[in-house]
């Protein structure tokens, strides 16, 4: 099976398309797949989604750590290809699935041996909330390898221009966790009752048979994977590239997962209810940023393959259409949770206290959707060319001033003002990640291979 979508010539606009349809069906199915335990877990109550929240931000945390060898994967086989240098992008993708295996051992073992001290970092209130949140904890993060290698297979197969795979593939372990999620929550017939722990072991096995799809597709595969053995001795050279051109990426993911922690435990001051908002809240809101993620990931391989073959006006023309693309689609978003957000809101959660905290923070979130979307594409478009050291920065220093703009908003506005401090960072990163991109555009030797 050799399905290689050649980025280098015809139309840009289709050719993006074809590439970016999948793999934003695949975000939107990626956060079905989170709103599907959502919306289970609700009807357990304010408390179990706040179990759920707290120990989900571990599980954000470990994305950082499969982006190092996701984006670095993903970027040099697209090069590779765009240069028609084959092996090379085999060996690449060799040494990508090789550091995610080596990463997600390390993050399962801590994530088992200290679940307690990960957990009482919230400082949150009920005993119940607390004990849900670690057995959640050791359940999901215990077993991160699937997700690690469902999100290295899926940069491969993307930088490859087979999006299909990874559509496919997330498709039936979201049908699949649908059907266990109330099965194992709430039980049925010789299925015992498992609350939390039966969405964490749901949502496992979903991400394990998603895995074995990948697998399957991957030995089918003559373009990449047929030159590929795992268990050979590492490529060093490949593997030195790819950790140095993914660890901006991966350091700006985990501090960014690190500093939502921090901003959740101010959230927490608030209570329990406060914990689930946030967490629910999120999910909704990543019907932006999830998609806009995926076309993201789409840019980065065509600004990769045209990158390795020295097509710079292409490169241009590329990101100019995926930012009209993304302002529309941030606009939509945006119109949906301003304008709508008791309804998307009760979609989850049907407590009557807890129903004006989400519509507060769908309604204030909502006006940052659209510099969301434009930040991720920049990034996308930078990050294809190698270059994942600046949006990186921009990223981590505007996000870090969460925390003291936080602590400073929710003196004067209370709850909220934590919401403001999160879309106002969130609209300074957009506006400066595309202003810096559009700026570097101008310069023609920005966009050659050196």
């Known amino acids: ?60 945390l470990s994305n950082g750590l499969a982006t190092l060898a996701k984006m670095g994967g993903q970027i040099k086989v697209a090069q590779s290809l765009g240069s028609g240098e ?42 119940k909330v607390i ?56 039980g ?19 991400q394990a048979v998603v895995m074995i799809l990948f697998v399957y597709a991957a030995k089918k595969d003559t373009l990449i994977f047929s030159n590929i053995n795992i268990l050979s001795k590492p490529y060093m050279k490949e593997t030195k590239t790819i950790f140095k051109i993914g660890l901006p990426a991966a350091v700006q993911s985990m501090i960014f997962s690190c500093i939502s922690m921090v901003v959740a435990r101010i959230i927490a001051g608030w209570g329990d209810a406060a914990v689930a908002v946030q967490k629910v809240g999120a999910q909704i809101e990543s019907i932006s940023w999830m998609t806009a993620e ?21 490169i241009k023309k590329g990101f100019k259409l995926s930012i009209l693309v993304m302002l529309i689609w941030g606009t939509i978003t945006t119109i949906i949770l301003v304008f709508f957000p008791d309804v998307v809101f009760k979609i989850f959660i049907t407590e009557k206290d807890v129903i004006p905290l989400g519509v507060d923070y769908l309604t204030i979130l909502g006006v940052s959707q659209i510099f969301m979307c434009i930040e991720y594409t920049s990034s996308g478009a ?26 400073i908003f929710s003196n004067i506005w209370g709850l909220n003002g934590v919401w403001i401090a999160i879309t106002v960072s969130s609209i300074i990163r957009g506006s400066l990640i595309f202003a810096w991109f559009s700026y570097k555009i101008k310069n023609p030797k920005f966009l050659i291979k050196q």
């Open 1 to 60: 099976m050799k399905k290689y979508l050649n980025l280098l010539e015809g139309p840009i606009l289709p050719s993006l398309g074809f590439l970016a349809l999948p793999i934003m069906a695949t975000s939107l199915i990626q956060m079905a797949y989170n709103l599907t335990d959502m919306i289970w877990i609700g009807r357990l109550g304010s408390d179990a989604v706040a179990s759920v929240g707290a120990a989900g931000m571990y599980m954000w």
């Open 86 to 127: 084959n092996k090379k992008a085999s060996n690449y993708a060799q040494s990508a699935l090789q550091l995610g295996i080596f990463f997600a051992i390390i993050f399962s073992v801590l994530s088992i041996l200290f679940s307690t001290p990960m957990i009482d970092f919230f400082k949150l209130n009920s005993p």
């Open 131 to 186: 004990n849900d949140a670690k057995i959640y904890l050791i359940i999901t993060c215990g077993l991160s390898i699937f997700s690690f290698m469902n999100q290295i297979f899926t940069g491969i197969f993307t930088s490859m221009g087979n999006s299909k795979i990874a559509f496919i593939s997330t498709s039936v372990g979201l049908f699949l966790n649908i059907i266990l999620d109330p099965l194992l929550i709430f």
């Open 188 to 206: 049925f017939g010789f299925f015992p009752a498992m609350g939390v722990a039966g969405a964490g072991i749901a949502t496992v096995i979903a």
């Open 294 to 314: 995926g076309y993201a990931a789409a840019l980065n391989s065509f600004v990769a393959q045209n990158y390795g073959a020295n097509n710079p006006n292409r």
């Open 382 to 407: 930078f990050n294809g060319l190698g270059k994942t050291l600046g949006p990186a920065i921009v990223c981590i220093i505007f996000t870090a001033i969460r925390i003291p703009t936080a602590i």
